[in-house]
């Protein structure tokens, strides 16, 4: 069974960096389209970062030029980078396997990690 376990949340200072991880098993990691998302309490769910088999990257606007998404194909791992922190950038962050492309929707999700950005 594939599962997805995310790690590196917490509190953070508005402009300050934090950064998180996502462990993968069950899958074959390589083939497959990774992303982030994130949900705020009472907001939709929105698409954060996808990084393809091939490491093509693609950001939401929101975010963009701020935070990195990343992944080690050899320890079957995606990073997210998230530098310049802001306080609407709160909320729960999900790691994601997509589909052999990413326009595929999400397959599996993790637990979530808690990203709260305050002074």
């Known amino acids: 069974q594939v599962q997805l376990v995310e790690s590196g949340g917490g509190l953070v200072q508005p402009g300050g960096s934090l950064r998180l991880s996502c462990s993968v098993s069950?899958?074959?990691?390589?083939?497959?389209?990774m992303g982030w998302y994130r949900q705020a309490p009472g907001k939709q769910r929105e698409l954060v970062a996808i990084?393809?088999?091939?490491?093509?990257?693609q950001y939401a606007d929101s975010v963009k030029g701020r935070f990195t998404i990343s992944r080690d194909n050899i320890l079957s791992t995606v990073s997210l980078q998230m530098n310049e922190l802001k306080p609407e950038d709160t909320a729960v962050y999900y790691c994601?396997?997509?589909?052999?492309?990413?326009?595929?929707?999400?397959?599996?999700w993790g637990q979530g990690t808690q990203v709260t950005v305050s002074s």
């Open positions: 990084i393809s088999s091939r490491y093509t990257t």
């Open positions: 994601t396997q997509l589909g052999g492309s990413m326009s595929s929707p999400p397959h599996y």
């Open positions: 069950g899958s074959t990691f390589k083939i497959y389209a």
